[in-house]
């Protein structure tokens, strides 16, 4: 009796400790940001499809009296559509590519990278191919995800509004 | 008299010697390549992209069409549905490596082809033993460069003719 009595205190103890431990890493773990809900994956965008939101980004950056590099991408990040306007900076073409491939790869806009970062969560920065800069954009067509837009020349927030202006030519 | 019909007669021998050594004489040297201008526009380079992709279209053809300025960098591209992964690469380094040299990569395929000190031509950086890649030039100035990439080497240097013609 005293023996059954002495196990069932070491299995209490122990069910104890291991509850306060788990509590402990609990509180101990960084607010990991959830990824958004991502749509399945689609055909990749077209070239038909590129060059309507194409036109329709450069379009857009010429009302805001903007240079800027275009690329989009298939979900895979690789290039289906670049062009890069007159007297666009040299360092958009690299940019404007990289956010493209960062918005199609993790699935999201690349400006939510620059927001985690902010909030410190400065473990993105090990992660390959991230572009901590507003102006890459997801294209999600027919609910599936067919690729991406990235824009460069501009400030974060021009660059991703001439990107939407491209969205909205697919949709 | 006499000394009349010697200095004729070595004239001729002159001029007969002249022109079998002008014979033997290696090909002319090619004409210096044009001088580079300024970087071809998105408008000249959509039209020239547009000209080659309805080539490969025609063709039945699926071709990633890259156009670079005189450096090599990239100005526009476009990746026809279906083409094969690896020419997204390809047709860019064939135009860079037709603006970097100044020539088209035919150049470079057919020096190779050619062996012995041809093969020189893989010991530098950049070039590309490819038909495809053809400098722009504009108003006697290289303003760019198309590369084309997709189909076989002779194809995809049929779409990027039909690109640099369009800008003529």
């Known amino acids: 009796m ?52 194409a036109d329709a980004a450069i379009a857009e950056a010429k009302k805001l009296n903007l240079a800027v590099a275009i ?45 985690q970062l902010a909030a410190g969560n400065t473990f993105f920065l090990t992660f390959g ?11 999600v067509h027919g609910g599936k995800l067919i690729g991406s837009i990235g824009v460069s020349g501009g400030s974060g927030a021009q660059d991703e509004q001439v990107g939407r202006a491209g969205l909205g030519a697919l949709n | 008299m006499r000394k009349a019909v010697l200095t004729s007669l070595a004239a001729a021998a002159a001029i007969l010697l002249s022109a079998q050594a002008y014979a033997q004489a290696p090909a002319a040297p090619p004409a210096a390549p044009p001088g580079y201008g300024e970087t071809i526009n998105i408008e000249q380079a959509k039209k020239a992209a547009g000209a080659a992709v309805a080539e490969a279209k025609k063709n039945n053809w699926a071709m990633a069409i890259t156009i670079v300025g005189p450096t090599g960098e990239l100005v526009y ?65 290289i303003i760019g460069a198309i590369g084309a990439s997709g189909a076989t080497g002779a194809q995809d240097g049929q779409a990027s003719t039909a690109g640099v013609d369009a800008l003529k």
């Not at chain 1, 690789?78 to 790869?105: C, D, H, I, W």
């Not at chain 1, 690349?110 to 927001?115: G, I, K, N, V």
């Not at chain 2, 992964?85 to 057919?110: L, M, W």
Request: charged share 15%; aromatic share 6%; hydrophobic share 45%.
């Open chain 1, 129 to 139: 191919g991230v572009i901590a800069a507003a102006g890459g954009l997801p294209v």
């Open chain 2, 77 to 141: 591209f476009e990746k026809m549905d279906n083409t094969q992964y690896g020419s997204i690469v390809i047709s860019q380094h064939k135009a860079r490596a037709a603006a970097i040299f100044k020539r088209p990569t035919k150049a470079f395929e057919d020096r190779i082809a050619q062996g012995g000190a041809g093969l020189t031509a893989l010991t530098l950086d950049g070039i590309i033993a490819s038909e495809g890649g053809i400098p722009i030039v504009v108003g006697g100035k």
């Open chain 1, 71 to 115: 690329a989009i991408t298939e979900p895979n990040g690789e290039l289906v559509y670049f062009g890069k306007m007159e007297n666009a900076p040299y360092s958009a073409t690299q940019l404007a590519q990289q956010k493209a491939t960062t918005a199609a790869r993790y699935r999201r806009p690349s400006r939510a990278f620059q927001e």
């Open chain 1, 2 to 53: 005293q023996c059954f009595r002495l196990a069932l205190l070491i299995v209490c103890t122990a069910l104890f400790a291991g509850s306060a431990l788990h509590a402990q890493q609990q509180t101990a773990a960084p607010a990991a940001p959830s990824p958004p809900p991502a749509p399945p994956f689609g055909m990749p965008v077209t070239l038909d499809q590129a060059t309507k939101m």
